[in-house]
């Protein structure tokens, strides 16, 4: 069966340190793979999109990559800060069409 | 740019009205729209894909009867809950892909969220 899955628990971190979230697929062949950032009570703010033909996307303290061998997408947030608590999702475009199917969402949590 | 507006942000009624959530892309057309929902500590379930002009396409398992979508012009998207109940109690969010290049990211407005009594 497809599957996106993202680690369930939250991630706990002190500030100033490296967040890395994972998002893993089954069954998926992706032409790219998006992150979100919602926070409680709001709609998702897009973050970063990676392409099947790229492996690495930055933006400011974000890092995204993509292996699609390992069918794998790790999510980097480095010098963190409080400010970046909330939960992150990643979504996939399954097919040709423009819907995005999402996985469960990480937590994360920066403590000062 | 690329701002998605909702409304209502909540809405609260009673069992067996129908509700109807707008969802507008501001600054941009969208000929395609998405309404999905979501349950507390969940994820967002893709509930169906709104057509400009064209009928809504349907996730497998949403009631196409209960859940009515209109998408009117390249900017707005309704989505009526009709009979409402209590287990349609939710937080419903859209979202509206810019009209042109495949492969941009959905832009999302700031969900509805609807309690049945």
């Known amino acids: 069966s497809q599957k996106i899955e993202q680690n369930s628990e939250a991630l706990n971190i002190q500030e100033g340190k490296t967040a890395t979230l994972t998002c893993n697929y089954t069954n998926y062949s992706p032409a790219y793979l998006q992150w979100y950032r919602q926070d409680p009570g709001r709609g998702p703010v897009f973050l970063l999109l990676?392409?099947?033909?790229?492996k690495e996307k930055r933006k400011e303290r974000l890092k995204v990559t993509f292996d699609t061998t390992l069918k794998q997408s790790l999510f980097h947030i480095t010098a963190s800060q409080p400010a970046d608590s909330a939960t992150y999702l990643c979504?996939?475009?399954?097919?040709?069409?423009?819907?995005?199917?999402f996985g469960s969402g990480t937590r994360l949590l920066v403590r000062p | 740019g690329a701002v998605v507006s909702q409304h209502p942000s909540r809405v609260i009624c009673k069992s067996g009205t129908s509700v109807k959530i707008e969802c507008r892309s501001l600054d941009f057309q969208a000929t395609t729209m998405f309404w999905y929902r979501q349950f507390p500590k969940k994820s967002l379930m893709l509930m169906a894909t709104s057509n400009e002009g064209s009928k809504a396409t349907y996730e497998q398992g949403v009631e196409k009867d209960k859940f009515l979508i209109n998408h009117a012009s390249l900017t707005l998207s309704t989505l009526t809950v009709t009979s409402a109940h209590p287990e349609d109690s939710s937080f419903y969010i859209c979202?509206?892909?810019?009209?042109?290049?495949?492969?941009?990211?959905?832009?999302f407005g700031d969900g509805t969220r609807l309690s049945i009594l």
């Open positions: 990676i392409r099947e033909n790229e």
């Open positions: 979202s509206a892909q810019p009209r042109g290049v495949f492969g941009q990211p959905q832009h």
């Open positions: 979504a996939l475009t399954p097919d040709s069409s423009y819907k995005l199917i």
